[in-house]
């Protein structure tokens, strides 16, 4: 049996939650918050008093006790029930009511027999509440049995955990309430609402499952429901026979369930079908409206031509006339519509005589045959709207200009007007919301169903671990913005992780495939109780098994040293004795030996483990991690998305999990150390007896918003290790430039993979710095940092200085004979135009789109004035001519770039830090362009001719070795994001 209970936040019911806190290993509640507290037993059965709700939860888990044991304790337990609500939530009663308490706890632990009742929880309930009685209690005025006993259920778990989390926001201040500045009067962003008055409406068309972005209209609604006391009205949008289904309404309201929502009033556009025929043939006897037979594509081009349709000065006889056919759903009826007469020279598109009924012989899903014309929802809204007594519309900004045509039907009509209030749609990159498109992906099968994790509907982002409260906290950050932009999927997942970060419980899981056995033969196999979560103890605690072999990860072996302290995460240190490998190298055992009483775990590598033992079989667990189905963030109108459809979206990780998963339930939240978050898809299911099998644990990533690479285990020197190989691999395949940790004999070196090599020195010990390495580390790095700079001054007769640019090369280089004519103006224009293209398709602010365009024209002149010919897009790059030859521009264009990606860190918005580092190279950049040329840099000059004597320095070695530099700076941050999962 499953509760379901409903709290007022403004004004919580201790008793009631704390009853239900106290039952829920009994019996299954669910609490949310609503606009008034009540409990919801059955369709028929409702409870609103508090009393009654806490006696009922009692009785459902009599064994708890919380109802007293006999007829005597029960009637004690109604005496003080009673007490609670009518003396001690008394203001004027407080005083003495509190000295009969006093009285009656003289000599008693609790106030009913020999353990907690339901009499403590409510007397309890009514103090917390009490304004007056925490004043007593902070200024020590109150008596001392009351205080003993209050602040001893203080401290117990159930009354800690409700206490924290529902503890008014409206405490009473000597009986007088003090409430929320916003139930006081009007809320600033929703026009003309007040407590009590406020009605808004929810309206989907029952043709498709619910995604992310109903989900943001939906709870926004709720919100002001739930803030103004008001009212939520569920509205089918029925208008188009053609497009609704009745399954789809069932489908509709589970997905209102599951974001825990539950509207007042349920309501369909159709139950208001004979109205709204009323007022649209009020409107053609008043010519407001009028019949028209203009074919379709014929009709849209005189709209946006702002032609009147020759049917527009029909007479009022023809028009009913035609009307007639349309509703008979004869042939020549279904050929015609009923249009509004407004104003076909307006610049409001949607003013132009908009469509206000069409001809359909569809038949209704609950109207049958009835009708032949069904009214557009254009027009039946703002009808329904007001009828219904719906006080605020919110609507997405892209009905904006809508919004003029609503108010003018209302007006033509005679009728109550509504407030129409305006939020932003939700743009998610990476994200279709089409419901035709995403049920393209359904019948080709690239998903699982409307339900699959990767699916933007309500059911695919709650299985993925997203929480309704998550998405509350997040569209209740937003609030009611009307800035329409597109957001990273990061920023949602961001509030979900505060949500499921303090509760989900710690467990451990190994790569199955990577596995690699400790042997301890001093460790006894055993088990101890550990906590679940470390900083929260009301998760509970788990069995975890010690004993001689144990196992760990591959990655994590390779980094351990013989003689190296390790840290077993809820273990303790224990040495590595011995590495065992095997022919080619790899780790195949280790032997280890406990270290449990250094308690020291400053400096030593953290790994998670899992013993294996038959008392205590590992569970089969499969980790399953999800990627965007769309590769390109944003689609423009062009963009056909099946061209972009990543068919790797869906990544399986086999791995050996903690016994203590076999326990999990579907939709059970937990984080693995060191991986992540990930919510139980498929519960583990042990040897069927029909298919001699075991079903794995399955269990889906999370995001947590802080970072798009996949999950990892493996400590964070096994990261560096990996990074660092990668950096050496990738320098070897560049000969020219030796690796950093190989010093080449004294003069060999140039000056430019010199000053690479100070680059990457400074790093490492910056990275050291941050650590908190031992200070003999640093030491050695630093020594070691500054004999490259008295090298570098050695050779070069500079000091250096970070981020300088790279010394002129020897004289003796020249450019290679055969070097062609510089082609960057070409492809530089050709990136420009791309980025314009690219800005406009992704509707960028206008002053951004306008500076692209500038500097698009800019280097179009500049290739002019290199070529002689006019740039085309699509254009073969022009030929150099015989007698050109290869000036120096690599000064030039890393001016030129680094230009660029300055003004690209300013559009987005970079951290200052971030700016101001570019902008102090383009300086440097300058001086060299300077100091080469003899001339300053202006953006879109031609690059500068060498002279006769010039040759062209070989520029390569620099440019590479800062692209190699930048790659391994990249590896190393990849490397920190994948060790983000720390002993938490």
């Not at 992310?212 to 709720?222: M, P, R, V």
């Not at 390790?566 to 032997?591: E, P, Q």
């Not at 031992?774 to 250096?800: C, H, M, R, S, W």
């Not at 120096?888 to 951290?911: D, F, H, I, M």
Request: hydrophobic share 35%.
């Amino acid at each position: 049996m499953a509760l379901h209970l409903t709290i007022n936040s403004n004004n919580p019911p201790f008793g009631a939650l704390l009853a239900a806190e106290l039952v829920k290993s009994s019996v299954s509640v669910s609490v949310e918050e609503g606009k008034e507290t009540s409990m919801r037993v059955t369709d028929k059965v409702l409870f609103s008093d508090v009393n009654s709700i806490a006696r009922y939860l009692a009785r459902v888990a009599p064994a708890l006790g919380l109802y007293g044991s006999n007829l005597l304790e029960q009637t004690e337990v109604d005496h003080w029930l009673e007490f609670s609500a009518k003396r001690l939530s008394v203001p004027a009663q407080l005083d003495s009511a509190v000295q009969e308490l006093d009285s009656a706890l003289s000599l008693r632990t609790f106030l009913v027999g020999n353990s907690l009742t339901l009499a403590d929880l409510c007397a309890w309930a009514a103090l917390k509440g009490n304004g007056a009685w925490q004043q007593q209690l902070s200024q020590n005025r109150a008596p001392g049995h009351v205080k003993r006993w209050y602040s001893f259920l203080g401290t117990q778990a159930a009354f800690k955990s409700v206490g924290s989390k529902w503890a008014t926001t409206a405490v009473q201040q000597n009986g007088v309430s003090s409430e929320k500045k916003q139930d006081v009067g009007k809320f600033v962003e929703l026009p003309g609402a007040e407590i009590g008055k406020v009605v808004v409406r929810f309206p989907p068309e029952a043709s498709g499952y619910l995604h992310i972005g109903h989900a943001k209209a939906a709870l926004l609604n709720q919100h002001y429901q739930v803030n103004f006391k008001g009212k939520l009205i569920m509205r089918f949008d029925d208008t188009n026979p053609e497009k609704e289904k009745e399954d789809f309404e069932k489908v509709i309201l589970e997905d209102l369930s599951l974001l825990q929502i539950h509207p007042d009033q349920f309501t369909y556009t159709s139950d208001h079908f004979d109205l709204i025929l009323k007022l649209a043939e009020k409107m053609l006897h008043e010519d407001k409206a009028y019949i028209d037979n203009t074919p379709a594509e014929q009709m849209k081009q005189e709209r946006e031509q702002r032609i009147a349709s020759h049917n527009r000065s029909n007479s009022v006889e023809k028009n009913l006339q035609m009307w007639e056919e349309m509703k008979k759903g004869s042939e020549y009826g279904q050929t015609c519509c009923m249009r509004a007469k407004i104003d076909m020279n307006s610049n409001n598109g949607c003013l132009r005589d908009p469509t206000m009924y069409r001809c359909k012989n569809q038949p209704h899903p609950r109207t049958g045959s009835k009708y032949k014309v069904y009214p557009t929802y254009d027009f039946a809204c703002p009808i329904v709207d007001s009828v219904e007594g719906v006080s605020h519309a919110l609507r997405t900004t892209e009905y904006h200009d809508r919004d003029e045509q609503f108010y003018w039907f209302i007006e033509a009509l005679g009728i109550r007007k509504p407030h129409i209030w305006e939020y932003a749609r939700l743009n998610l990159n990476n994200t279709l919301l089409s419901k035709r498109k995403l049920t393209w992906f359904v019948d080709q099968g690239f998903v699982e169903g409307w339900d699959d994790p990767r699916f933007p509907t309500v059911r695919g982002v709650l299985r993925r671990g997203m929480t309704v409260e998550g998405l509350k906290q997040f569209i209740a950050a937003q609030g009611g913005s009307r800035s329409v932009v597109n957001m990273e999927w990061d920023k949602i997942w961001a509030f979900n992780k505060k949500v499921i970060d303090p509760v989900a419980p710690r467990y451990t899981a190994l790569l199955k495939d990577e596995v690699v056995p400790v042997n301890i033969p001093a460790a006894s196999e055993e088990y101890k109780e550990v906590a679940k979560h470390p900083k929260n103890a009301e998760v509970g605690v788990k069995p975890v098994w010690y004993g001689p072999r144990v196992l760990v990860e591959g990655g994590d072996a390779e980094t351990f040293k013989e003689g190296e302290t390790v840290t077993f995460i809820n273990w303790g240190n224990i040495d590595i004795t011995k590495i065992h490998r095997d022919a080619s190298g790899r780790i195949v055992s280790l032997d280890g030996q406990l270290n449990l009483e250094n308690r020291d775990y400053k400096k030593t590598t953290k790994i998670t483990w899992l013993t294996e033992t038959p008392r205590a079989p590992l569970v089969p667990t499969v980790c399953v991690i999800y990627d965007h189905l769309i590769t390109k963030p944003v689609l423009g109108k062009e963009d056909n998305f099946k061209d972009y459809i990543n068919k790797n979206s869906k990544i399986e990780e086999r791995m050996l999990g903690d016994p203590c998963l076999k326990d999990l339930k579907r939709g059970d939240i937990i984080q693995l150390q060191r991986r992540g978050f990930y919510i139980c898809d498929q519960p583990y299911e042990p040897i069927s007896p029909n298919s001699c099998k075991e079903s794995p644990c399955v269990l889906l990533f999370i995001p947590d918003g802080h970072t798009k690479e996949m999950p990892t285990a493996g400590s964070k020197e096994k990261s560096k290790a990996e990074a660092s190989k990668k950096g050496v691999k990738v320098q070897a395949q560049s000969p020219s430039h030796p690796a950093p940790s190989t010093l080449p004999p004294a003069g060999q070196e140039d000056p430019a993979a010199l000053l690479s090599r100070i680059t990457a020195q400074g790093e490492a010990v910056r990275d050291l710095k941050a650590k908190k390495a031992p200070k003999e580390e640093i030491d050695a790095a630093v020594k070691q940092l500054l004999a490259l700079k008295a090298e570098f001054k050695q050779k070069t007769g500079l000091d250096y200085k970070p981020d300088m640019a790279p010394p002129n090369p020897a004289a003796t280089q020249t450019a290679p004979a055969s070097s062609p004519a510089s082609s960057c103006p070409f492809e530089t224009v050709s990136q420009q135009g791309e980025l314009v293209r690219k800005l406009k398709t992704e509707k960028a602010p206008k002053d951004q789109i306008d500076a692209a365009v500038k500097q698009l024209l800019a280097l179009k002149a500049e290739f002019k004035q290199k070529t002689g010919l006019d740039y085309k897009p699509g254009m073969a790059p022009p030929s150099p001519t015989p007698t050109q030859t290869a000036p120096s521009s690599c000064p030039y264009e890393t001016v030129a770039q680094q230009g660029e990606l300055v003004r690209k860190l300013k559009t987005e918005k970079a951290p200052k830090d971030q700016i101001d580092a570019a902008v102090k190279q383009l300086l440097a950049l300058k001086a060299e362009f300077k100091q080469k040329t003899g001339l300053d840099y202006k953006p879109g000059m031609a690059p500068p001719s060498p002279t006769p004597t010039q040759t062209a320095p070989s520029s390569c070695p620099y440019e590479t070795v800062a692209q190699q530099g930048e790659l391994v700076r990249k590896l190393k941050q990849r490397s920190h994001r994948r060790t983000r999962w720390t002993l938490q």
